[in-house]
């Protein structure tokens, strides 16, 4: 059974860092590309970061680039978001996906998305 497995949410204050992970299992994800979307309350689900397999190609969305840094290590099967300087409007929850056809390019338009995590929050307070 394949997992995506999410971790390091909470709450922070605005200004403040946070790192999540996504840890997968059940299959071997290391060739694949990987992403982190996002959604806040109300809202439809965003892109935030994508990365391709072996790590060298990422993409992020204009309102973290700067901010956020995608990153992974194929020899855990993990997937990693640092998230600095966070500001309120990061509030939503986070979750992690891999594209097993895709690359990570058309993973940032929403296309080709295979598997989710279950999400976990981020709330940043002012």
């Known amino acids: 059974q394949v997992q995506l497995v999410e971790s390091g949410g909470g709450l922070v204050q605005a200004g403040g860092s946070l790192r999540l992970s996504c840890a997968t299992s059940?299959?071997?994800?290391?060739?694949?590309?990987m992403g982190w979307f996002r959604q806040a309350p109300g809202k439809e689900r965003e892109f935030v970061a994508t990365?391709?397999?072996?790590?060298?190609?990422?993409y992020y969305a204009d309102s973290v680039k700067g901010r956020f840094t995608i990153s992974r290590d194929n020899a855990k099967n993990t997937v990693y978001l640092q998230m600095n300087s966070l500001k309120p409007e990061d509030t939503a929850d986070y979750y992690c996906?891999?594209?097993?056809?895709?690359?990570?390019?058309?993973?940032?338009?929403?296309?080709?998305?295979?598997?989710w995590g279950q999400g976990i929050q981020v709330t940043v307070s002012s």
């Open positions: 996906a891999v594209a097993v056809g895709g690359t990570a390019q058309r993973m940032s338009v929403m296309i080709g998305i295979d598997y």
């Open positions: 059940g299959r071997t994800f290391r060739r694949y590309p």
């Open positions: 990365i391709s397999g072996n790590g060298d190609t990422t």
